[in-house]
């Protein structure tokens, strides 16, 4: 893993002209393999127009998750170089704190006599204050997260603090299970946002369901992504995470407070973490102490895919991957077990062809 | 140098030496107890013929004494819920029994912690006790094949709960026997409900790759084929994730009428959450006894509904009723809190004390012998013996367990035996 953290910075040389070439011979063996399977699938109709639009609409929809995810991890790096591995269990945290709002909604009767709670009373403001206090509580678990398994580390070298994030990483999920215990929770989810239902819409012949939650998760996913290309481009704030992300050391001679930017870039990238865990609870239903896990892994990997440290690529590579996984093994024609090895062969021919990501090179071009 | 030597070797004599003396009075304690023993029978002219012509020689049981049951069980640890619990149904059992010939049953259960050492070191203490003629275990496949070669060199028979490690009777053992039915046994009985009495002709199986998923639903796929019907479509999930539409709506695609899971709860909780959505409505989902249990109805709450479930548990009877009540009013919870083999604790407990009273001879001086080498034989001979969970009947491999797993269905948020499902 540390490998593929390393290699995509455009610090790192790549060695000798021989090298090049027998990675691009591998990598076009891949891709023409992965061609010829591709056109075979395609001609001989093995699946049908419905099956292709479920698997885009689930793809679609886990990708615009791992996309905000990956924002996290994008950010972070950008201004320090470093992988926050315990990205994910901040995710974790906002998913429960999602889930306890929710219980609490659910707990308040509103009317006795059709026991209804605030959860189905004023379904829309529950759904907006889960979000919020999910982002807040992830917003402040990231900042500590920061102050305590990071910022006394600041000078030491680049592999002691992603230690020390594989700790946090393991610490906060142990945590989590000591206080929520090791049971699978499941969301109670408002009436008018049920789990696992959605508009039919006739595709190919039979119905195919756009869930509501995956079209809510999709359209927040979009605006946080608006929000925080903003907040990074047009803002105070922005301009200076990307003074820090340039050159600390010039940024704090420019009067920029530099510890306080990493803190705050924490705090961002935690809320984002937290609204993609209540999203997951709303989409998903199951939560459990290590749902951060895997998500967490998967977002690396699109941040990489992307370019990492480089904002539009965070979510285009979170959508690319998710897409990737749910079609690529149909489209390859090989088993769906097999999706992550899909999704990882995919990040190794970006790698080859890419080593900065699929927007990687736009960045260091605005850098320089 | 030469000094620290000396010094060891010295410690060493003396380790030596406390270790013979332990033995040799260990070992003469033993021999004095034997010696009595046989003096007594053959004095007395009490022991039957059928002890001499038998191969183990009879146990015998002075009055005052009981007739023993070991049990290898982890009582401690990890998995302690498992030993306690099938040792409470086994209890219930002995209770049961009552009296025979004046003489009582006893349950000794002890601690192998599950694992192959403890296992081997529980069986060499249940065989120094005399008294202990058959065994109800061990509790875990480990444990109990590193116990077999003891009982079977004493001519002890067990018949285990819940060992269900299919190689264990493989192995030609003529002392195991097991009333838990194997994966496999599981799977046949699967494959022949989804054909026969649901009707079901195009399948899906999904599993989770994990060595119990995957051998049960190759064994439900082949099996089905067996029986004339087409597996349209296998799938493998990666276990732990918490989204599987991909790998259903391929599945959709080939457009079964059935989906038979191999795995655990976790997974076919969310598998069956995405069904609907991911284009099997009207699909209906048959899991395993890995994903039967309260939380797969918790978690799939309205999308559960309609399901198939397989369990241990046996369906209700008026026995089983008595054996549930029996069990909560000592042991405080219901049974099933624990682990889902209480009932099979007891059917083995209780099928041991019936062959054990069908080989016994009471002797002319009062004392009971039984003839090990004929129990064995009796054990393995057990047919149409009724216990909770259905029939048992030992082929002659050692698999007891005639009636296969129940099969339950999710109706209004419960698990309800199909034969009391409306």
């Known amino acids: 893993m540390q490998q593929s953290a390393v290699s995509p910075s455009p610090r790192v040389r790549l060695p000798a002209n021989s090298y090049g070439i027998v990675r691009s011979v591998l990598g076009l063996v891949l891709i023409l393999f992965m061609a010829w399977r591709l056109y075979s699938m395609l001609t001989t109709g093995t699946f049908g127009v419905d099956t292709w639009a479920r698997w ?33 269990e901040i995710m974790m945290i906002g998913a429960f704190t999602g889930y306890l709002v929710f219980e609490v909604f659910n707990g308040i009767v509103v009317n006795p006599a059709t026991e209804l709670t605030v959860l189905n009373a004023f379904p829309i403001v529950s759904v907006i204050l889960a979000f919020l206090i999910g982002m807040t509580v992830s917003m402040i678990s990231a900042f500590f997260l920061e102050r305590i398994a990071y910022r006394p580390l600041r000078g030491a070298p680049r592999l002691v603090p992603l230690i020390s994030a594989i700790g946090a990483s393991i610490f906060l999920q142990n945590a989590a299970q000591l206080m929520f215990g090791p049971k699978r929770r499941y969301y109670e989810n408002p009436g008018v946002l049920p789990h696992f239902q959605g508009w039919p819409v006739t595709i190919g012949g039979d119905s195919v ?45 420019m009067g920029i407070d530099v510890d306080g930017v990493i803190s705050r870039t924490f705090m961002i990238s935690g809320a984002l973490a937290g609204a993609a865990g209540v ?43 998710g897409m990737v996984e749910a079609l690529g093994p149909g489209l390859l024609g090989i088993d769906q077990q097999l999706q992550d090895v899909i999704a990882f062969s995919m990040l190794v021919l970006v790698l080859i062809f890419r080593p900065s990501g699929i927007l990687g090179q736009v960045l260091n071009e605005e850098k320089v | 140098m030469l000094k620290k030597r000396n010094m060891s070797l010295l410690a060493l004599l003396i380790l030596a030496a406390i270790m013979l003396v332990a033995c ?40 005052g004494q009981t007739i023993k049951i070991g049990m290898g069980a982890p009582m401690t640890g990890d998995y302690a819920a498992f030993g306690v619990d099938i040792s409470q ?15 009582t049953f006893e349950l000794v259960a002890e601690d192998d912690e599950g694992s192959g050492e403890g296992g081997a070191a529980v069986a060499n203490r249940l065989v120094a006790d005399p008294t202990v003629v058959a065994i109800a275990g061990h509790i875990f496949s480990g444990a109990t094949e590193a116990a077999i070669p003891t009982y079977e060199e004493r001519g002890i028979p067990m018949l285990s709960p819940s060992a269900t490690n299919p190689p264990l009777t493989q192995m030609g053992s003529k002392v195991f026997n097991r009333v838990a039915f194997t994966d496999a046994v599981q799977g046949k009985f699967a494959a022949e409900y989804l054909y026969n ?72 909780v969310v598998l069956v959450n995405q069904m609907d959505s991911a284009g099997l409505e009207d699909v209906a989902f048959f899991g395993c006894d890995g994903t039967f ?114 099969f339950y269905v999710v109706q209004d948020g419960e698990w309800v035996s199909v034969n009391e499902a409306g």
């Open chain 1, 279 to 321: 999203m997951w609870g709303l989409h998903f239903k199951v939560i459990v102490h290590v749902l951060g896990f895997v998500p967490g892994i998967k977002a690396f990997t699109a941040a990489v895919l992307g370019g990492i440290g480089n904002i539009p690529g965070a979510m285009v590579g979170g959508i690319f991957l």
């Open chain 1, 209 to 253: 369901v756009i869930s509501y939650t995956g079209t809510l998760s999709v359209i927040v996913s979009i605006i946080l992504m608006i929000g925080l290309y903003i907040l990074v481009q047009r803002t105070r704030l922005g301009r200076a995470m990307r003074a820090v992300a340039e050159d600390k050391k010039t940024a704090a001679l």
């Open chain 2, 89 to 103: 149904g086994g209890e219930i059992a002995v209770q049961d029994a009552g009296e025979f010939n004046g003489f």
């Open chain 1, 56 to 88: 885009a609409t689930s793809g679609l929809t886990l990708g615009a998750m791992y996309a905000v995810v990956a924002l996290g991890y994008t950010l972070v790096y950008g201004v320090l170089f470093m992988i926050n591995f315990a990205h994910g």
């Open chain 2, 197 to 268: 009495t649901l009707g079901i002709r195009r399948l899906a199986v999904m599993h989770d790759g994990e060595a119990y998923g995957q051998g049960l639903a190759e064994v439900v796929a082949e099996e089905f084929g067996t029986l004339g019907g087409e597996v349209v479509a296998t799938e493998a999930i990666t276990p732990g994730e918490s989204d599987y539409s991909a790998a259903l709506a391929a599945v959709a695609d080939a457009d079964p009428e059935g989906l038979y899971y191999g795995g655990y709860v976790a997974e076919a």
């Open chain 2, 293 to 406: 249990g309260a939380d797969f109805l918790e978690g799939t709450d309205q999308n559960g509904e309609g399901a198939y479930g397989t369990s241990l548990i046996p369906p209700s009877s008026p026995e089983k009723d008595a054996f549930d009540q029996a069990y909560e009013e000592q042991f405080g919870d219901p049974p099933g809190t624990l682990s889902p083999f209480t009932w099979n604790g007891y059917d083995s407990v209780a099928a041991l004390i019936y062959a054990i009273e069908q080989v016994a001879i009471l002797g002319d001086d009062g004392n009971l012998y039984i003839p090990r080498g004929a129990l064995v034989a009796a054990v393995r001979g057990l047919t149409d013996y009724q216990g909770l969970g259905g029939t048992i009947t030992c082929d002659e491999t050692g698999e007891c367990n005639a009636t296969g797993p129940t």
């Open chain 2, 24 to 63: 040799g009075g260990a070992a003469g304690g033993t021999a004095t107890e034997e010696v009595e023993g046989g003096d007594q029978g053959g004095a007395e002219g009490g022991e039957p013929a059928e002890c001499a012509g038998d191969d183990f020689g009879c146990a015998v049981i002075e009055p």
